[in-house]
């Protein structure tokens, strides 16, 4: 039972540059969400995938944006990087009708430079 | 405003005795919250849940409690082992019925002394 992939593991980009981050969820969940980590800190809630739509937002900007496929895979898309953006990108994926455990996968480590 | 957080930052224990990690929560409609276990350069490990009609909730040597009259969490481990040695992190669902949105602590850092 495969869990929750992510690639790529790790990234460098500079500032003003586009990034994509993959995930596939672990197998029977049809929920994505994303967080962004910073060094030393907890996860931050970026948004949540289901049925194709953002159901959840948190409080990112628009540069942030993300889409879910028809086989429940998701990408993150980050616009015009900034330095701040720096940090580990968890996929965490779920089945909220059936219990709702949140299942995360080991992260994309994005340095912007 | 409102926020998940822990008390203590770090936490050492000596070997093969009990942890105890806390939160404390500030949304008394949270209904749901789940435990963390972060190792160095990994994803978030699932430890264990609890909803907000139960009290305590038991897995394989760790024992959640829920004490919603002081919005507090706990975390108990039993007979800490090295392997236990990692962050730990509360996480409370913030969601509604149209989808979840867990807010994290910042976390707590266990230490195992052999």
């Known amino acids: 039972d495969a869990g929750v992939t992510q690639s790529p593991t790790h990234l460098i980009k500079t500032r003003g540059q586009q990034v994509t981050l993959r995930c596939s969820p672990k197998?029977?969940?049809?929920?994505v969400s994303w967080y962004q980590q910073a060094l030393g800190q907890g996860p931050q809630f970026i948004f949540q995938?289901?049925?194709?739509?953002?159901?959840q937002r948190g409080n990112f900007p628009d540069r942030f944006s993300g889409h879910q496929f028809p086989n429940y895979s998701s990408e993150l898309n980050v616009n015009a990087l900034l330095l701040g953006d720096s940090a580990l990108y968890l996929c965490?994926?779920?089945?909220?009708?059936?219990?709702?455990?949140?299942?995360f996968g080991e992260g994309s480590r994005l340095t912007v430079l | 405003g409102e926020s998940v957080g822990l008390h203590l930052p770090t936490l050492s224990v000596q070997e093969g005795d009990n942890s105890i990690i806390n939160c404390a929560y500030s949304?008394?409609?949270?209904?749901?919250f789940i435990w963390y276990k972060q190792e160095s350069g990994k994803g978030p490990q699932f430890i264990i849940d609890?909803?907000?009609?139960?009290d305590k909730r038991q897995g394989q040597r760790v024992t959640v409690l829920l004490n919603k009259t002081v919005k507090h969490l706990s975390l108990q481990i039993a007979a800490t082992q090295p392997g236990d040695s990692a962050v730990y992190f509360c996480?409370?669902?913030?969601?509604?019925?149209?989808?979840?949105?867990?807010?994290f602590g910042p976390g707590t850092r266990l230490s195992v002394l052999p």
């Open positions: 965490a994926s779920s089945f909220p009708h059936r219990g709702g455990e949140l299942f």
């Open positions: 949304n008394s409609a949270s209904d749901y």
């Open positions: 197998s029977g969940h049809d929920t």
């Open positions: 995938y289901y049925e194709e739509e953002e159901r």
């Open positions: 996480a409370e669902n913030r969601g509604d019925n149209y989808g979840q949105n867990f807010v």
């Open positions: 609890i909803r907000s009609n139960m």
